[in-house]
């Protein structure tokens, strides 16, 4: 499938704000990989479909991970924003037939990160905070560290986020907790 097939298949399934995002994501991604060496189809092609199931209601997104064997743990049970990641990474599998691992572990890690992340998951991860349209508090920032360190631009990413959760009293996932110490207990290595 080229470009043009991605965006027509994301394309009906969110709206026009959404729809800007994923392709702004897919050519941040695309850069990044270019900068430190990822595949840039595959960049591209996780960075398009990050977003797929964001905008199906709940139940279609439960009954997506049901139907792909998926078990949500504690956390992800109480925590929906979590489950776009979990349910693209299952639909991408039928629709479009994505079998490459790494993509599927990319979509499905864009929002919490693990440890041990490969090269097009910390692509992924970063692209998704530094596309074009972005503009919360620190983007600036993050743009620059995304362009020095994929690892630097995570850690700054995780600050920020965990500083948010747990100022609304929010569940932090484990994999956050893991990828976030991973990175900072193997930087510099």
């Known amino acids: 499938m080229n470009t043009v097939g991605y965006e027509n298949l994301i394309r009906p399934k969110m709206g026009d704000r959404r729809f800007k995002h994923s392709v702004n994501v897919a050519k941040e991604a695309v850069v990044l990989a270019k900068l430190y060496g990822a595949d840039e189809e595959e960049a591209y092609i996780a960075g398009i479909l990050h977003d797929i199931t964001k905008e199906l209601p709940f139940d279609e997104q439960l009954q997506i991970m049901q139907d792909g064997g998926i078990i949500l743990d504690n956390v992800q049970k109480n925590a929906p924003k ?3 990641s979990i349910s693209g990474s299952v639909y991408i599998q039928t629709n479009p037939g994505i079998k490459d691992p790494d993509i599927i572990n990319a979509i499905r890690y864009h929002t919490t990160g693990r440890a041990g992340m490969s090269l097009l998951e910390k692509v992924i991860f970063v ?28 850690i700054f990413g995780f600050q920020f986020t965990l500083c948010d959760l747990t100022k609304r009293k929010l ?8 990828c976030y110490n991973d990175i900072i207990l193997n930087e510099g290595k």
């Open 82 to 84: 979590l489950w776009h």
């Open 127 to 154: 692209a998704d905070f530094t596309s074009e349209e972005r503009d919360y508090d620190g983007v600036e920032t993050m743009r620059k560290k995304s362009r020095e360190s994929l690892e630097e631009a995570m």
């Open 171 to 178: 569940a932090i996932h484990p994999d956050e907790v893991f």
